[in-house]
């Protein structure tokens, strides 16, 4: 069956970077894309940026401001998302699902940005 | 960027009764290639969302078929014929038709 397994939970500094991994399986990786979301605690979802698994290509949300890179390795099936220059307001719960619907969902990477 | 309203914010619905939630964009959602890029997913307490509905009404496999959606351009409903204890939880909507994608806020069902 289809899974995507996302990192565990990480504890950042304001400014620090986080690198966040979806290893998926149970399907042909270079078919689907990956979506990244997040949900700050008690909100809604925000779509981040997607990365096509077949040629690498990316568009991310310019409210990020260009802080957030979204990467794959076919080799290893894995998609990886990396938030720079954290804030506070990054504090989140960071999912990766399989684009372009969205049909299969990690199990979400709690980060939180604390001083 | 399309901004997604959900209504109502909430829904109180005794098991066995109907429910129904709004969507609606702030620019159609009809492609050229004749497609409506609208979705529905469902977020359980303590859950990943998962997928329910694509394409206004085509349900994802595995969706009971209690679930169904409809509407066309920018407005959007997902019915729920009979609420089941496990239907609790919140519902967004997502357009897919131009980047950003973007959610709706969510309507949260609980059962009475």
């Known amino acids: 069956q289809i899974q995507l397994v996302q990192s565990g939970a990480e504890v950042k500094r304001p400014g620090a970077s986080v690198k966040v991994s979806c290893k998926t399986s149970g399907y042909i990786f270079s078919r689907y894309g990956i979506g990244w979301m997040r949900q700050a605690p008690g909100r809604g979802l925000e779509w981040m940026g997607w990365i096509s698994s077949y040629n690498g290509n990316t568009e991310y949300a310019k409210w990020l401001q260009g802080r957030v890179t979204i990467t794959s390795d076919t080799s290893t099936s894995t998609a990886y998302m990396e938030l720079r220059s954290l804030k506070s307001d990054d504090t989140a719960i960071y999912y990766c699902a399989r684009a372009p619907v969205f049909d299969s969902w990690g199990q979400g990477t709690t980060v939180v940005v604390s001083s | 960027d399309i901004l997604m309203t959900q209504t109502p914010l909430s829904l109180s619905v005794t098991p066995g009764q109907p429910a129904s939630m709004s969507c609606k964009s702030s620019q159609s959602l009809l492609h050229s290639d004749g497609k409506t890029y609208l979705c529905w997913y469902l977020q359980r307490p303590g859950q990943s969302p998962q997928l329910l509905i694509c394409?206004?009404?085509r349900r994802f496999s595995g969706v009971p078929d209690r679930f169904s959606g409809s509407g066309s351009g920018t407005d959007f409903t997902l019915k729920i014929s009979r609420v089941e204890a496990e239907d609790v939880g919140v519902y967004y909507c997502m357009q897919g038709i131009q980047i950003p994608l973007t959610f709706g806020g969510g309507t949260r069902v609980e059962i009475k």
């Open positions: 394409e206004v009404s």
